[in-house]
């Protein structure tokens, strides 16, 4: 309570003066500001020598100049005829801009606790804006803060609300940084930022210059600048001073290890971290020679650089020494100073940084490491095949690369989410690093590709044998929590010199074999030969314009029309996506919809074909057709976001079509693995009031169940079973057992691909409900589709 009873004094001395003389009251007040900004200037410069605290001498040099601008603030004061200003614009820019300068020193300033700063630099940046800003204000450059007899301008009130927004912000990074504080000077920091939030926010409230709010604004300040002095000043001098006092001894206070040696490196005064550092009382080292106790014991004195600096009297910085014998780093500083005696001394300080230096190897390792897997990364495994082909070339040998990708390794993510395929991706990823030597290397490339490295062959095919061992270690099942997997993976292989004579064009060609061997079947490898990059390049230019493809409006949807089969007319569409690309011309969705569903495009083009397809539901609406419903496909990367319903509602809302307008069609595939999430998808579709489609009936597995286990509302029944429904007698009795079935658990029959008359006939004699294909109409846009449903009914006549 002692500390506080100074401020709590000087407080009321300065509201009663303010009672009799508000000029006298802000200019104390203002004054005592200033005072404490060049005091902690004074103790940063003075300190920073032996201390080389960055943090303090940047707070420091800011709050100097601060200091400057606040004279500047209380000399151009209303009243005060110093300096010859009119009104009260220029002190109350002169204020706003200190407070801007201020707040963003304290939202800067934990960033030098790691980043070192010069000193000079500092001074000249601030002194130079400083001088800046004196220049701008007193040549009345700067927007009006204040009106005579209308009070503070917008620009003034918006300013002081952008400066507690940054002092709230500077609270923020200096309590992540608090660590690295002193417990009670982050509080006292804290409480002074506060007080200066609560300053600004007085500030914006009053009409004139020598009102209550000023006086309640100043008061804080007072508080804040007092707060500064005990949270800096006093930890830097008062503090270290007492403890100076206790101990006896001048250095006690410095936290690192710190001795004063004389020319011949003889120690002439310890501190109590360097006794603790060699081990030893003080005694027992003076007049001993430095180098037997703080610098590492296999260097010789005549090779140590701290030595050689200690008898040439050079000052040294943040040398680094490694000490083998703990393993820790040390940083040694050389400060040369004259004692009383006229002996030339040196003070010698020693900080611990091997923190510092296990965190610069761990950001290594993390440059050059999967997080992951710990294996080599794709940076390093560039690296590291560069050095092998280098080392083939100078011996003449061969270096083969391997493309390893797992086999639809998507869909243990999508079925058991990312963190289990983590495990298994660790798991492979050590099986992949038993099959080769040590002197191979085993990267994880990206996602579930691998890469593999193998140096020194006398010829290529002589990779086949760690082939051999990667397919026969893959024929086993992996474990995972009790669960078992049998993971297959496909192995592109380029060589050097055969296939290639540098990193880039090696890895292009393992890649275009890779995806060969993907494309015949999978779970085999294949060695590169010419003709795979054409193929590969035709499929990556495919899909670098079907990124282009959405921005500049390749893709467009057309309908189908669908068919009541009892009266003609249209009850709906099937909406279809269309590629027109400039370099290709139209694209089949047989080519670029796999590929969209690939490369992962598929999430964003669906997306957009919903919402395609909602305007083209309000343009029909538009037209009188409100009846007009649109299926439309459904891929599975979209079911399995988590907020696919949600993001569905949103889209309906936003082009006002109401639930029932719109039809999702699933297909068989996307059911096979009976993942829950699916289900309750479908689920909250259908209570949002979508109706539900499954596509392709017949062509999958289990069909039945998927109807007990789903809420579907119609089944579509496979062109490939209406082609030759008419000739057929096992396709007939098919489709005839499909309509049968949906009938008993009231579902729609839908048939698609009808081209012909008797397929119609056949289709509506066993009680089918709708029909879909050529026979009435091609896939159409959505301007001819309306002028289609305009024209009326179908003839439905043979």
């Given at each position: 309570?002692?500390?506080?009873?100074?401020?709590?004094?000087?407080?009321?001395?300065?509201?009663?003066?303010?009672?009799?003389?508000?000029?006298?009251?802000?200019?104390?007040?203002?004054?005592?500001?200033?005072?404490?900004?060049?005091?902690?200037?004074?103790?940063?410069?003075?300190?920073?020598?032996?201390?080389?605290?960055?943090?303090?001498?940047?707070?420091?040099?800011?709050?100097?100049?601060?200091?400057?601008?606040?004279?500047?603030?209380?000399?151009?004061?209303?009243?005060?005829?110093?300096?010859?200003?009119?009104?009260?614009?220029?002190?109350?820019?002169?204020?706003?801009?200190?407070?801007?300068?201020?707040?963003?020193?304290?939202?800067?300033?934990?960033?030098?606790?790691?980043?070192?700063?010069?000193?000079?630099?500092?001074?000249?940046?601030?002194?130079?804006?400083?001088?800046?800003?004196?220049?701008?204000?007193?040549?009345?450059?700067?927007?009006?803060?204040?009106?005579?007899?209308?009070?503070?301008?917008?620009?003034?009130?918006?300013?002081?609300?952008?400066?507690?927004?940054?002092?709230?912000?500077?609270?923020?990074?200096?309590?992540?940084?608090?660590?690295?504080?002193?417990?009670?000077?982050?509080?006292?920091?804290?409480?002074?930022?506060?007080?200066?939030?609560?300053?600004?926010?007085?500030?914006?409230?009053?009409?004139?210059?020598?009102?209550?709010?000023?006086?309640?604004?100043?008061?804080?300040?007072?508080?804040?600048?007092?707060?500064?002095?005990?949270?800096?000043?006093?930890?830097?001098?008062?503090?270290?001073?007492?403890?100076?006092?206790?101990?006896?001894?001048?250095?006690?206070?410095?936290?690192?290890?710190?001795?004063?040696?004389?020319?011949?490196?003889?120690?002439?005064?310890?501190?109590?971290?360097?006794?603790?550092?060699?081990?030893?009382?003080?005694?027992?080292?003076?007049?001993?020679?430095?180098?037997?106790?703080?610098?590492?014991?296999?260097?010789?004195?005549?090779?140590?650089?701290?030595?050689?600096?200690?008898?040439?009297?050079?000052?040294?910085?943040?040398?680094?020494?490694?000490?083998?014998?703990?393993?820790?780093?040390?940083?040694?500083?050389?400060?040369?100073?004259?004692?009383?005696?006229?002996?030339?001394?040196?003070?010698?300080?020693?900080?611990?940084?091997?923190?510092?230096?296990?965190?610069?190897?761990?950001?290594?390792?993390?440059?050059?490491?999967?997080?992951?897997?710990?294996?080599?990364?794709?940076?390093?495994?560039?690296?590291?095949?560069?050095?092998?082909?280098?080392?083939?070339?100078?011996?003449?040998?061969?270096?083969?690369?391997?493309?390893?990708?797992?086999?639809?390794?998507?869909?243990?993510?999508?079925?058991?989410?990312?963190?289990?395929?983590?495990?298994?991706?660790?798991?492979?990823?050590?099986?992949?690093?038993?099959?080769?030597?040590?002197?191979?290397?085993?990267?994880?490339?990206?996602?579930?590709?691998?890469?593999?490295?193998?140096?020194?062959?006398?010829?290529?095919?002589?990779?086949?044998?760690?082939?051999?061992?990667?397919?026969?270690?893959?024929?086993?099942?992996?474990?995972?929590?009790?669960?078992?997997?049998?993971?297959?993976?496909?192995?592109?292989?380029?060589?050097?010199?055969?296939?290639?004579?540098?990193?880039?064009?090696?890895?292009?060609?393992?890649?275009?074999?890779?995806?060969?061997?993907?494309?015949?079947?999978?779970?085999?490898?294949?060695?590169?030969?010419?003709?795979?990059?054409?193929?590969?390049?035709?499929?990556?230019?495919?899909?670098?314009?079907?990124?282009?493809?959405?921005?500049?409006?390749?893709?467009?949807?057309?309908?189908?029309?669908?068919?009541?089969?009892?009266?003609?007319?249209?009850?709906?569409?099937?909406?279809?996506?269309?590629?027109?690309?400039?370099?290709?011309?139209?694209?089949?969705?047989?080519?670029?919809?796999?590929?969209?569903?690939?490369?992962?495009?598929?999430?964003?083009?669906?997306?957009?074909?919903?919402?395609?397809?909602?305007?083209?539901?309000?343009?029909?609406?538009?037209?009188?057709?409100?009846?007009?419903?649109?299926?439309?496909?459904?891929?599975?990367?979209?079911?399995?976001?988590?907020?696919?319903?949600?993001?569905?509602?949103?889209?309906?809302r936003e082009h006002a079509v109401e639930p029932d307008r719109l039809k999702i069609e699933i297909t068989e595939s996307l059911l096979l693995e009976e993942d829950s999430h699916t289900v309750e998808v479908l689920g909250e579709l259908r209570e949002m009031g979508i109706s539900l489609s499954l596509d392709d009936f017949g062509t999958g597995y289990s069909s039945l169940s998927y109807l007990k286990r789903f809420p579907f509302t119609e089944i579509k029944i496979d062109r490939s079973f209406i082609r030759?429904?008419?000739?057929?007698?096992?396709?007939?009795?098919?489709?005839?057992?499909?309509?049968?079935?949906?009938?008993?658990?009231?579902?729609?029959?839908?048939?698609?691909?009808?081209?012909?008359?008797?397929?119609?006939?056949?289709?509506?004699?066993?009680?089918?409900?709708?029909?879909?294909?050529?026979?009435?109409?091609?896939?159409?846009?959505?301007?001819?589709?309306?002028?289609?449903?305009?024209?009326?009914?179908?003839?439905?006549?043979?």
């Amino acid at each position: 309570m002692q500390g506080w009873l100074v401020p709590v004094l000087l407080i009321a001395v300065l509201v009663i003066v303010s009672r009799y003389n508000f000029l006298l009251f802000h200019t104390l007040a203002e004054l005592f500001a200033v005072m404490v900004a060049i005091v902690l200037a004074m103790v940063a410069w003075y300190t920073y020598g032996f201390s080389r605290n960055h943090f303090l001498m940047y707070l420091g040099i800011g709050y100097l100049w601060i200091g400057v601008l606040d004279l500047m603030h209380t000399l151009s004061y209303t009243g005060m005829g110093v300096l010859a200003l009119e009104g009260g614009n220029a002190s109350i820019q002169f204020w706003i801009v200190t407070r801007y300068l201020e707040a963003i020193l304290l939202l800067t300033a934990p960033l030098f606790f790691s980043y070192r700063i010069s000193k000079r630099a500092l001074q000249l940046v601030f002194g130079g804006g400083s001088v800046i800003v004196m220049y701008l204000v007193l040549q009345e450059h700067l927007p009006a803060m204040f009106i005579e007899g209308v009070g503070l301008t917008p620009t003034k009130i918006v300013s002081e609300y952008l400066i507690v927004g940054l002092l709230l912000a500077a609270i923020i990074v200096i309590t992540h940084y608090r660590r690295l504080l002193n417990r009670h000077i982050y509080r006292l920091m804290v409480a002074s930022i506060v007080c200066t939030v609560a300053a600004e926010l007085s500030f914006t409230l009053y009409m004139d210059l020598f009102s209550l709010p000023i006086l309640v604004g100043h008061i804080f300040k007072f508080l804040s600048y007092w707060l500064i002095f005990l949270a800096v000043v006093r930890t830097s001098l008062s503090e270290p001073y007492q403890i100076l006092t206790r101990a006896s001894s001048t250095y006690d206070a410095v936290p690192d290890p710190a001795i004063v040696v004389d020319s011949n490196a003889r120690i002439i005064q310890v501190n109590k971290a360097a006794e603790k550092a060699a081990g030893l009382p003080r005694q027992e080292m003076l007049e001993q020679d430095c180098h037997e106790f703080f610098h590492p014991r296999r260097m010789q004195k005549d090779e140590c650089v701290v030595c050689h600096n200690i008898d040439t009297g050079t000052p040294l910085e943040n040398f680094e020494i490694y000490y083998p014998e703990s393993g820790e780093y040390r940083e040694v500083t050389l400060t040369p100073f004259d004692d009383q005696s006229e002996t030339r001394a040196m003070v010698h300080v020693m900080h611990n940084i091997t923190r510092k230096k296990q965190a610069e190897a761990e950001l290594v390792h993390s440059a050059y490491y999967d997080p992951l897997t710990d294996f080599p990364n794709r940076m390093l495994a560039i690296d590291r095949l560069e050095q092998a082909i280098n080392h083939s070339r100078r011996f003449n040998m061969h270096t083969a690369v391997l493309f390893v990708d797992l086999d639809n390794f998507k869909d243990i993510n999508d079925t058991l989410g990312h963190k289990f395929g983590d495990r298994v991706l660790i798991r492979m990823a050590h099986n992949l690093e038993s099959c080769v030597r040590k002197s191979d290397t085993v990267a994880r490339w990206g996602g579930d590709e691998f890469l593999i490295i193998i140096p020194g062959l006398v010829q290529l095919t002589d990779v086949e044998r760690t082939v051999s061992k990667i397919f026969s270690r893959l024929a086993k099942p992996v474990y995972v929590e009790e669960r078992e997997f049998l993971i297959t993976a496909s192995i592109g292989i380029a060589g050097y010199p055969d296939d290639g004579m540098n990193v880039d064009t090696m890895l292009s060609n393992a890649d275009a074999a890779m995806y060969l061997a993907k494309q015949t079947g999978k779970n085999t490898y294949r060695f590169y030969t010419e003709g795979m990059n054409e193929r590969a390049a035709e499929r990556l230019a495919m899909e670098y314009r079907l990124r282009r493809a959405l921005s500049n409006d390749e893709l467009y949807m057309v309908y189908q029309p669908k068919v009541d089969i009892q009266n003609g007319y249209i009850n709906g569409a099937e909406a279809l996506m269309r590629w027109e690309s400039p370099e290709m011309g139209a694209v089949s969705p047989a080519q670029f919809i796999p590929l969209a569903e690939e490369s992962g495009q598929i999430v964003e083009i669906g997306d957009w074909a919903i919402h395609q397809v909602c305007r083209d539901l309000r343009t029909m609406s538009d037209h009188g057709f409100d009846d007009a419903r649109v299926a439309i496909n459904i891929s599975s990367r979209q079911i399995r976001n988590q907020d696919f319903a949600r993001h569905l509602g949103n889209i309906l809302r936003e082009h006002a079509v109401e639930p029932d307008r719109l039809k999702i069609e699933i297909t068989e595939s996307l059911l096979l693995e009976e993942d829950s999430h699916t289900v309750e998808v479908l689920g909250e579709l259908r209570e949002m009031g979508i109706s539900l489609s499954l596509d392709d009936f017949g062509t999958g597995y289990s069909s039945l169940s998927y109807l007990k286990r789903f809420p579907f509302t119609e089944i579509k029944i496979d062109r490939s079973f209406i082609r030759d429904v008419e000739s057929d007698h096992g396709d007939k009795q098919l489709c005839q057992a499909i309509i049968a079935m949906a009938e008993s658990l009231k579902l729609k029959v839908v048939g698609e691909g009808v081209e012909r008359p008797g397929q119609l006939e056949f289709l509506r004699t066993y009680g089918a409900h709708s029909v879909q294909g050529f026979l009435f109409s091609k896939p159409i846009r959505i301007e001819a589709f309306i002028t289609l449903i305009e024209r009326g009914p179908f003839s439905l006549s043979a």
